[in-house]
């Protein structure tokens, strides 16, 4: 049984403190916050998790093995630093960390003190994606020619971030997980309507020419979840909010010829199939998370969301502020 304590009870936290509470293998022993009102509310419905304003206490508490930090993203570091530093495993909200620097000293403090370092990049766990990953890697798709992602919708805006520190997290480590290799290039164009940036479009350039794009929106009057891959041969589609179909495969697409003899004719024929739903698991993904966590602490599995995974996430969103501050240039990472 795995003690674990939960910092930051705002609109994330809560989700993590119920699932672990539903896993088998860990117990919540600890919560904090710096609101009280919030401790007050939660302590309600966990009576037998001690709840603290003191991050210090849950550091130093001996019992706890492990913590979720669901914190502000400035605080990341620090925060999950302090749980390494005591030997104690850590989980953090996406992103990893602020900077790559401070994301760099974390991926390396894990591998020191030998302990789990993971990013709640919760769509990564999604059955969705995770059949995703598994046409491609079968040669289902084919080749990857392109991916496109809208996430928009009349969304809660943070304070402390911009919007593709706010939502790109969760595309480009869905990106991440499904090539398998970071891009070689960023170019970020984004405008902001009274703060922070709150409309954004990031586009990415993997090399031999599979391009990415992905665009995210604080202020869509309509909500809009959708993923497409393009391949080679099928193509995936996958909508978050299309609860019976979250994945489609089509058969459709294009042939293209690389005949030297056919230069001058058209080398592009259009094919049109079946189109068809795989069957995917019900699960909860963030339950999924939270039992892979469980794996990897107990040694029986590897990070899947790991501290590197988030580290190349952080790396991508560095390269696309720097090219926002610079009017959209290309940033080559």
């Not at 989700?15 to 919030?38: E, I």
């Not at 978050?240 to 004719?265: A, T």
Request: charge should be negative; glycine fraction near 8%; aromatic fraction near 6%.
């Amino acid at each position: 049984m795995i003690n674990v304590a939960v910092a930051g009870l705002g609109y994330w936290g809560p989700n993590l403190v119920r699932n672990f509470n539903a896993c088998a293998d860990t117990t919540v022993v600890r919560l904090c916050d710096t609101d009280p009102v919030r401790l007050g509310a939660i302590r309600r419905q966990y009576p037998n998790a001690t709840c603290t304003t003191s991050f210090a206490e849950v550091v130093d508490d001996p019992t706890v093995d492990a913590v979720a930090i669901a914190t502000p993203v400035s605080t990341h570091y620090e925060l999950a630093r302090s749980v390494l530093e005591a030997g104690k495993h850590v989980l953090v909200e996406k992103p990893l960390a602020g900077s790559v620097a401070d994301a760099e000293r974390l991926v390396a403090l894990a591998k020191h003190v030998r302990r789990v370092l993971m990013v709640d990049h919760v769509f990564v766990h999604s059955p969705s994606v995770q059949k995703m990953a598994e046409l491609i890697q079968s040669g289902e798709v084919g080749d990857v020619l392109f991916i496109d992602s809208v996430r928009i919708n009349l969304g809660l805006m943070q304070h402390d971030v911009n919007v593709l520190w706010d939502l790109a997290p969760h595309d480009v480590s869905i990106i991440d997980h499904l090539i398998g290799r970071p891009p070689r290039s960023v170019v970020a164009l984004g405008s902001s309507h009274g703060g922070l940036e709150d409309v954004a479009y990031l586009h990415l350039d993997y090399g031999d020419k599979l391009l990415a794009s992905v665009h995210v929106n604080w202020l869509s009057p309509v909500k809009v979840r959708y993923f497409l891959v393009g391949g080679s041969r099928r193509s995936l589609l996958y909508d978050e909010l299309n609860f019976s179909e979250r994945v489609k495969v089509y058969d459709r697409g294009v042939d293209v010829s690389n005949d030297p003899e056919g230069i001058r004719q058209v080398l592009i024929s259009y094919r049109s199939g079946d189109v068809f739903s795989p069957r995917l698991d019900g699960k909860e993904p963030l339950s999924k998370l939270v039992e892979h966590f469980v794996d990897c602490i107990a040694g029986r599995a590897v990070p899947i969301s790991s501290g590197e995974h988030g580290l190349r996430v952080v790396r991508v969103l560095d390269a696309a502020q720097r090219s926002l501050g610079h009017g959209g240039a290309r940033v080559t990472l």
